[in-house]
């Protein structure tokens, strides 16, 4: 939340000086990513501002083949102005294989709008973190359990690095079962996750 708090600062000072000007941005915070026959894209988005700067959360869901489209179905879908710069947190499910990740990376380092060094965690309950979550909480998780559970705190330009080294990587899971909750580490290993169980 501090931020969102801080973006509206910037807009306010660079002459946006009402709320509704902000309204006028669809402001993406968190996405999933899961696959099956096809891949759907969760987006967690500021709806609005109100009077008082309190932002009223939504999250929309879109389908496809590609990866591409997902992001362009996104833009279809809101008549408004796509704000990617501040996204915080990307969910992944455990179907995401090689060719899947690829195609991920290259869509992020292709277009610049996107920052790289938000937060990467694992998830079978997407939609379910994002509609009854917010980042902070999933942060909080992570920086106070990082030591006593072995929690890890990964960005998504550190996964592209390692993906682009051919290297393995490790992502905890969260689920939420009326909060959010650390369920594991897996290790991303030969086009798949593993749990720690089956490393060792």
């Known amino acids: 939340m501090k931020k969102i708090f801080l973006l509206l600062i910037i807009l306010l000072l660079t002459g946006c000086t009402k709320y ?20 759907t894209l969760y987006a967690e988005i500021i709806e609005e501002i109100d009077k008082d700067n309190n932002p009223k959360m939504k999250v929309i869901e879109t389908e496809s083949d590609k990866i591409e489209d997902l992001f362009n179905n996104i833009k279809l879908l809101i008549n408004k102005e796509i704000f990617f710069a501040h996204i915080d947190l990307i ?14 990376i290259n869509y992020f380092l292709k277009h610049n709008e996107f920052r790289n060094d938000f937060l990467c965690v694992l998830s079978k309950d997407i939609k379910t973190i994002l509609e009854n979550s917010k980042y902070d909480e999933i942060e909080e998780l992570i920086t106070t359990n ?24 490790s992502l905890s899971e969260v689920t939420y079962k009326d909060e959010i909750t650390f369920n594991g580490n897996y290790l991303y290993q030969n086009g798949r996750f593993i749990s720690e169980k089956e490393k060792n």
């Open 91 to 104: 969910l992944l499910d455990f179907n995401l294989e090689k060719d899947d990740f690829q195609d991920l």
């Open 146 to 169: 990082k030591e006593s559970k072995n929690i890890i705190k990964i960005s998504f330009e550190e996964i592209i690095k390692d993906i682009l080294d051919k290297s393995e990587f």
């Open 20 to 39: 509704n000007d902000l309204n006028e941005l669809a402001i993406i915070k968190s996405i999933g990513i899961s696959h099956s026959d096809k891949y």
